[in-house]
C-alpha cells in the first residue's frame, strides 16, 4: 500500500515528466494562460531562437492588464502608446503562434483569472501555469495552479513543462460556519493577517474545513487567489459536487464519456486519511469578522472593529515597516478604522469581480447614493458584466453613482488609465495595498465587496453588519 | 545568460522587511516589451521625486553606494507579482547578488534566469553582513558560489545553500529550455500517456 498522500502530492506525482537524482522535476502543464504584460519578451525569445509553441491548443491568451476600461476604448486613442504596442505584440504573437485567443473586442475577454475559469479552461487536478502571481486563483478547482516569470513563461511555451522542486504542504483548515456578512474575502485577508505574508513561502496550501466547503466556487476563488499574499505559490481547494456542477457545460470542459471519465479522476483528488501536513494552521470560522487592511502589506489585516496600530507594538523588524505605512497612509495610532473617510471605491479584479461579487455589493447599494468622490465597478469579464446587466445590477450600481465599465485588471494595478491621485484613499476589493499599487501616492485599503460598497454610501470605512437588515 | 561564478562589491543595506516588486519597478515601467533599460527606474518611486528628482536620502542615490552590486535586504525580498521586470531592473542598475532571510518564491525562481544570485542566510548573518553594508565600499562583501559562501569584510565566512540544478544552471550560465528539450522524448511519452489517462486535459 502507497503512503497517504495530499491533494497537492497526487497532482504532483501524476505530471511529473522525469525526474532526476537529486529530485529536481520536469512538470507537465496542462493549461498555460497568457496575457500582454509578461509574454513579449517570451514570444520574443522563441522567435529569436526559432522555437515554437509546442502545445497552442493549450495555451490561452487575453489582454487585460493593460486596456482601458472605459466605454471608448475601441477608440486606440484611449491608449498609452506603449500600452497599445504591448496589445498589438499579444494579438500577433496569439496570431503567429496560433494560440487560443480572446482579443478586446471579444466579449469573453477579461481578466485572466476569470476568462480560464469562465471557459472551462481550468479544470480539476489540472497543473495550470501564468506570468502573473494571481494565477492561485485556479486552485479553487483543486488545480496546481501558480504565476512564474517570463523566462518561464517562456520554457513553457517552448516545452510545456516546467523545471520545479516539490513544494512543501502546508493545511489551512476554516472550522465551523462564517456569520452573517462575513465573506471569502475575510476568510483570505484574516489567514494572511494570522500567517504573515512569508507564512506560506516554499508550500502549497490546501484550504479545507466546513466554512470552506459552505463557500460557492467563486468564493474559493477570492480565497485562494490571494494564496500569493501569504507567501504560497499555489492554494488548492479539493473538487466537490458544487467544482462539478460549476464546470459542467462550459465550452472547453469535457462532454460525454469524457466527462464521467474526468468525474471519475476528479474523484480521487482528495488528501488522504493521514497524509502528512508541514504546517498546518486553524481558525474558526465563527472567529472571523468582516476586516480591512489599514498598512501597506496585505498582512496588515485588522477586524472593522478596531483601531489602527502602534508601530512600537510589532516585532521582528517590523517597527520601521509599520511606521513606515502609517506614515504612508496617513494614519495615526489609535484611531477607529471606522473614522477613516474614503475618496474612492474600486469593486473588480481577479479576487473580487465576479457575478456573486457584484450581487453582494448591489445588495448593499440598492437604493442609496455613493458619498464618496468617485466609485467604479469594474467587472472581471465581458460575461459578467453582461450578466450582470442581465440581472438589473449594472442599474443599481449607476443609480447609486458608480461608473460602470467595461473589463480588465483596471486599478487593481493601475497599468491603464485608473489610477488614484497622491493621497487620495481607496476602498478596494482587490489584492494588493502595497506603495504606489493603485497609482504612486495612493492609499489602498483591501476588503469584501460587500464592505466596500457599504464604505461608498457612508464616505468612510464601514462595518457592513450595521447596514444589514 | 551571463554566468555568476564571484563576486565582490559593495553592498547597499536595505533593511526595509517585505520589499515588493511594485517597489523594485512600477507597474508603468512593465509596458516595454524589452529586458533592457530597466536599471533608471529600479525602486523608482522610492528613488526620485515625482518630477523626477533624485531622493538625497535613497540608499543608492548616495554617493557610497550608486555602484553597488550586492543588496543586503530584510526579510521576504521580492514579494508580490511574477513580474520578471525586477530583476531585469536591478542587473541592468548593476546588482548581481541579493542576500536576505528569506525571498518570495516567484521573485527568487526568477533571480536565477537572469544571472543574479539571491542568498538566504540566517537573521545573524545578514543583520553582520548589513553592518558590513552600511559601511559601503570601506566593508566589501565577497560572494562564491561554486563554494557557497559569503565572506563579510572582516574574514567571517557565512555558508549558505542552494539547489544543485539552478547552481550548476547559474554557474555556466546555461538556458534551461535547451537542456529540457534534450528530454524531449520524455515529453513525448508523457503527452502520449495522457491522451489515454486523462484526455480531457
Redesign the interface.
Same mark, same amino acid.
Given at each position: 500500500m502507497t503512503a497517504p498522500r495530499t491533494l497537492y502530492d497526487k497532482i504532483w506525482d501524476?505530471h511529473v515528466?522525469?525526474q532526476?537524482d537529486?529530485g529536481?522535476c520536469?512538470l507537465?502543464i496542462?493549461r498555460h494562460l497568457v496575457h500582454e504584460?509578461?509574454s513579449?519578451?517570451a514570444f520574443?525569445g522563441l522567435r529569436m531562437?526559432g522555437?515554437r509553441v509546442?502545445a497552442p491548443d493549450k495555451t490561452i491568451a487575453v489582454p487585460d492588464?493593460?486596456v482601458p476600461t472605459t466605454l471608448d476604448r475601441a477608440n486606440a486613442a484611449t491608449m498609452?502608446e506603449?500600452?497599445r504596442?504591448?496589445v498589438a505584440?499579444l494579438d500577433k504573437n496569439a496570431r503567429d503562434f496560433g494560440i487560443n485567443y480572446y482579443p478586446v473586442s471579444d466579449i469573453r475577454q477579461g481578466i485572466v483569472h476569470i476568462v480560464g475559469p469562465e471557459q472551462g479552461w481550468t479544470?480539476p487536478?489540472?497543473t495550470v501555469v501564468c506570468?502573473?502571481?494571481h494565477?492561485a486563483t485556479h486552485g479553487a478547482f483543486g488545480a496546481l495552479a501558480? !504565476?512564474? !516569470?517570463?523566462?518561464?513563461v517562456?520554457?513553457v511555451l517552448?516545452?510545456?513543462?516546467l523545471?520545479q522542486?516539490k513544494?512543501r504542504n502546508m493545511k489551512v483548515e476554516i472550522t465551523g460556519s462564517l456569520r452573517p456578512g462575513v465573506t471569502a474575502k475575510d476568510i483570505t485577508l484574516s489567514v494572511i493577517g494570522e500567517t504573515g505574508?512569508?507564512g506560506g513561502?516554499?508550500h502549497v496550501i490546501e484550504y479545507c474545513g466546513q466554512a470552506i466547503r459552505e463557500l460557492s466556487m467563486e468564493g474559493r476563488m477570492t480565497v485562494c487567489n490571494m494564496a500569493i499574499e501569504g !507567501?504560497a505559490?499555489a492554494g488548492l481547494i479539493a473538487p466537490d459536487e458544487k467544482t462539478y456542477a460549476y464546470c459542467i457545460g462550459r465550452p472547453h470542459?469535457?462532454k460525454g464519456a469524457?466527462?464521467e471519465?474526468?468525474l471519475a479522476?476528479w474523484k480521487t483528488l482528495f488528501t488522504d486519511e493521514g497524509a502528512h501536513f508541514d504546517k498546518v494552521v486553524t481558525i474558526r470560522g465563527e472567529d472571523i469578522a468582516p476586516v480591512v487592511t489599514w498598512g501597506t502589506?496585505p498582512e496588515d489585516v485588522l477586524p472593522i472593529t478596531g483601531m489602527v496600530p502602534a508601530p512600537e507594538t510589532f516585532t521582528?523588524?517590523?517597527v520601521?515597516?509599520a511606521q513606515?505605512s502609517l506614515d504612508y497612509m496617513g494614519l495615526t495610532a489609535g484611531q477607529k478604522l471606522t473614522d477613516i473617510a474614503i475618496d474612492t471605491v474600486f469593486i473588480g479584479s481577479c479576487t473580487n469581480g465576479r457575478i456573486e461579487d457584484l450581487r453582494a455589493a448591489a445588495a448593499i447599494l440598492k437604493g442609496h447614493k455613493i458619498k464618496v468622490k468617485r466609485a467604479m465597478v469594474v467587472p472581471g469579464s465581458g460575461l459578467v458584466r453582461a450578466q450582470a446587466e442581465e440581472e438589473g445590477l449594472a442599474q443599481i450600481f449607476l443609480d447609486a453613482g458608480f461608473e460602470w465599465r467595461l473589463a480588465g485588471c483596471s486599478m487593481c494595478?493601475?497599468?491603464n488609465p485608473d489610477q488614484l491621485a497622491?493621497g487620495e484613499r481607496c476602498a478596494a476589493t482587490s489584492n494588493?495595498n502595497?506603495? !504606489?499599487?493603485q497609482g504612486?501616492?495612493g492609499r489602498t485599503h483591501l476588503m469584501s465587496p460587500a464592505m466596500a460598497a457599504a464604505a461608498a454610501i457612508t464616505g468612510h470605512l464601514t462595518d457592513v453588519r450595521e447596514l444589514m437588515v | 545568460m551571463t554566468p555568476f561564478t564571484t563576486l565582490t562589491g559593495i553592498a547597499a543595506p536595505m533593511p526595509l522587511v517585505n520589499i515588493d516588486t511594485d517597489m523594485i519597478i512600477p507597474k508603468q515601467f512593465l509596458k516595454t516589451i524589452a529586458r533592457t533599460g530597466l536599471g533608471k527606474n529600479l525602486f523608482d518611486e522610492m528613488r526620485y521625486t515625482q518630477d523626477g528628482a533624485e531622493i538625497p536620502e535613497f540608499v543608492l542615490n548616495q554617493p557610497a553606494w550608486r555602484r553597488a552590486e550586492i543588496i543586503v535586504a530584510g526579510d521576504n525580498f521580492g514579494c508580490g507579482s511574477s513580474r520578471e521586470h525586477a530583476p531585469w531592473a536591478l542587473l541592468d542598475f548593476g546588482i548581481r547578488c541579493v542576500i536576505s532571510t528569506s525571498f518570495a518564491d516567484i521573485f527568487y525562481n526568477n533571480c536565477f534566469k537572469n544571472g543574479i544570485l539571491p542568498v538566504v542566510l540566517p537573521p545573524e548573518a545578514v543583520a553582520h553582513l548589513m553592518d558590513d553594508a552600511k559601511k559601503g565600499e570601506n566593508a566589501r562583501i565577497s560572494v562564491d558560489l561554486a563554494n557557497q559562501t559569503v565572506t563579510a569584510a572582516d574574514g567571517v565566512v557565512f555558508a549558505f545553500e542552494v539547489d544543485a540544478f539552478k547552481k550548476h544552471c547559474l554557474l555556466h550560465g546555461l538556458d534551461d529550455i535547451g537542456l529540457t528539450l534534450e528530454k524531449a522524448a520524455s515529453i513525448d511519452a508523457y503527452e502520449a500517456r495522457a491522451a489515454t489517462t486523462r484526455p480531457w486535459a
Open positions: 501524476d515528466v522525469h532526476a537529486d529536481t520536469l507537465y496542462d504584460v509578461t513579449p519578451q520574443e531562437t522555437r509546442r492588464h493593460n498609452t506603449d500600452s504596442i504591448q505584440a479544470l487536478g489540472m506570468g502573473d502571481s494565477t501558480h !504565476g512564474i !516569470g517570463t523566462s518561464e517562456e520554457h517552448a516545452t510545456q513543462t523545471i522542486r513544494g505574508t512569508a513561502t516554499g !507567501g505559490r470542459a469535457p469524457t466527462w471519465a474526468a479522476y502589506s521582528g523588524g517590523k520601521e515597516a513606515r494595478l493601475a497599468m497622491p494588493r502595497f506603495e !504606489g499599487r504612486r501616492g | -
